[in-house]
C-alpha cells in the first residue's frame, strides 16, 4: 500500500523558514519522481517543486526559486522541502505528491499525501 505522510507545516512569520518532510512507504520512489504542490482555498493545485530519480534534477516554480530546495534522503525515504525566506503568498495546504510522469503538474501525480498547512503572517 503506498502511503506518503507530510508533516512540518505551521505557522510562520514573513522572512522565516520551515522544512517539509514526506515520509514514503510502499513506492520505490527512488527510481520516480516526487514533488510539492501547493493549494490556497479557491485557487488550484499548482506545482512548487519536483525533483528527478537519483536526485541529479529538480526543477522549481517561477515565484518560489531561490527560496526553496527539494531534497531527497533515500536511506530514509523521505523527500524534503526547505522554504526560507516565506512570504504571505506561500501560504496554502502544502501536498506531497508521487508522479508517474515527470514535472509541475498536478495531474502526473498518482500518489498523494494528506497535506500539511503553511501559514505565513505580515
Known amino acids: 500500500q503506498v502511503r506518503l505522510v507530510e508533516s512540518g507545516g505551521g505557522s510562520v512569520q514573513a522572512g522565516g523558514s520551515l522544512r517539509l518532510s514526506c515520509a514514503v512507504s510502499g513506492y520505490t520512489y527512488s527510481r520516480n519522481c516526487m514533488g510539492w504542490f501547493r493549494q490556497a482555498p479557491g485557487n488550484e493545485r499548482e506545482g512548487v517543486a519536483v525533483v528527478w530519480p537519483g536526485g541529479g534534477s529538480t526543477s522549481y516554480a517561477d515565484s518560489v526559486k531561490g527560496r526553496f530546495t527539494i531534497s531527497q534522503d533515500n536511506t530514509k525515504n523521505t523527500v524534503y522541502l526547505q522554504m526560507s525566506s516565506l512570504k504571505p503568498e506561500d501560504t496554502a495546504m502544502y501536498y506531497c505528491?508521487?508522479?508517474?510522469?515527470?514535472?509541475?503538474?498536478?495531474?502526473?501525480?498518482?500518489?498523494w499525501g494528506q497535506g500539511t498547512q503553511v501559514t505565513v503572517s505580515s
Open positions: 505528491g508521487a508522479l508517474y510522469r515527470c514535472g509541475l503538474w498536478a495531474r502526473y501525480v498518482s500518489y
